[in-house]
C-alpha cells in the first residue's frame, strides 16, 4: 500500500495524541521526549509528502461550494 500525504498526516497525528495520553499517565520523561521529537520530525515529512504529493483535480473555483450551490450565484 502506498502511502500518501494524508495518510502520514494521520500517523503523525495518532502519535502525537498518543504523547498527550502518556504524559497525563505520567510515564517517564525519556520516552515522552523521543516520541515528542519523533512526532515532530514526522510533522516535518507529512508537510512535505502533502506539499509534493501528484494529486490533481477538474474542481475550479466556479464550482465553489458542491452542498450548497445557492453560495455560487
Not at 510533522?43 to 483535480?57: G, H
Amino acid at each position: 500500500m502506498k502511502f500518501n500525504g494524508l495518510h502520514w498526516l494521520g500517523i503523525t497525528t495518532l502519535l502525537l495524541i498518543t504523547v498527550t495520553i502518556f504524559v497525563s499517565m505520567k510515564l517517564s520523561f525519556g520516552l515522552i521526549f523521543y516520541i515528542t521529537v519523533l512526532g515532530q520530525l514526522l510533522l516535518i515529512y507529512a508537510v512535505y509528502k502533502v506539499l509534493t504529493d501528484n494529486y490533481t483535480t477538474d474542481k475550479t473555483f466556479e464550482d465553489f461550494y458542491e452542498d450548497r450551490p445557492d453560495l455560487g450565484k
